[in-house]
């Protein structure tokens, strides 16, 4: 199966949480917050730990920059 890329769900899924499937194949749960996306899981009977979360999704187009906090005491 192929995987879901990050820009697919950036054009369907911006600004949500995503829940994958553990082969990263298929969407099984989205919400504005996280305590949506566990009641939607365990409506499907899946356990977090049986899924892949991911989240919150950036807007197509934006850039992120992550700065080790190592590197603010520098």
């Keep these: 199966m192929k995987k879901i890329s990050y820009l697919q769900l950036q054009k369907k899924y911006s600004g949500q949480l ?9 969407v099984v749960a989205v919400g504005k917050k996280i305590d949506d996306v566990f009641k939607k899981l365990q409506k499907q009977n899946l356990k977090p730990a049986d899924t892949v979360l991911m989240g919150p ?3 197509v187009g934006a850039v992120n920059v992550y700065i ?7």
Excluded: C, D, G, T
């Design 57 to 59: 999704i950036q807007k």
């Design 68 to 74: 080790s906090p190592a590197l603010l005491f520098y």
């Design 18 to 26: 995503v829940a994958l499937n553990k082969m990263q194949s298929r």
